[in-house]
């Protein structure tokens, strides 16, 4: 697929997504249980050492020090929990050291932003018995990821937001088809976002992946619909490690789909990058 060819696919899926998000403002039902019929089948069942519980689910080892912090997607329209087990499998065999945590977050419709941050914090309290923190956030979830370290990292931010800081940091942190700002190229989804997303925030600003001083690994493929105005942008702009996919059209969710290749290698890499890390 040539660049002009992307550019038309993000173009025509940048207008989509403002429309459904248009409606979904108006009537926020309908549009979930849409979302919920044509979402990729992506559900996976968890490890038999994962814990399931109401809100959270958490891959536990015995004696484990380093929790890896895992931060779902659901563009703040629909949660689903399900869809990263299959990866997340793959990471609890591989990182015998580290325990995962995985969480649902309320949904747009009935919470704002801020309300998603301070469920982080109620459900990361309960796990403060760990050294040492690592997160992965996908698609929105990595927004959350990287505004939660920037809360925690500095006072006033904290302040502002309206989000206590809780003691815990991250010592490094993966993003995949990430949301990384709350800045877009195109001013309606901008606007859109602003209005619908943080509309009852006045610091949308101060959300978003940049000036964190941690390792970061980030994970894209140039077909998925976030990369021109997302991926793109923050990896040529930040210091971090990144595993580009441009040979094959890729859908948003390919990493959380464990029978491609694409998202097999992915996993390997971001193992690679908590070893070492």
Known sequence: MTNSSLFYVNTILSVLLVLLLAIFIVVPAPLKASFDRYSIDNNY????NAEVKYLYTSYKKPDNKKLLVWFQAGAFVMKNRKTPYGLLNCLNDALVEFDILTFDLPIRSSYTVRDAMLTTNELLGRFKKYDEYYAAGFSTG??????????????????????????????????????????????????????????????SHLYSCSDLDVPMLVIGATSEFLYTDQTRKFHCAGKCEKKLFSETPLPHEFPLMMDLPEAKESAETVIQFLREN
């Not at 989000?163 to 990384?180: D, E, Q, S, T």
Request: hydrophobic share 40%; proline share 3%.
């Open 45 to 48: 069942d968890p490890a038999t």
């Open 142 to 203: 990595a927004l959350l990821m990287g505004s939660f370290m920037k809360k925690e990292m500095d006072e006033e931010t904290s302040r502002k937001m309206g989000v206590p800081a809780i003691g815990i940091r991250f010592k490094a942190i993966v993003g995949l088809c990430g949301l990384y700002s709350t800045k877009f190229d195109d001013s309606n989804l901008e606007s859109l976002f602003k209005f619908y997303i943080m509309r009852d925030d006045s610091n």
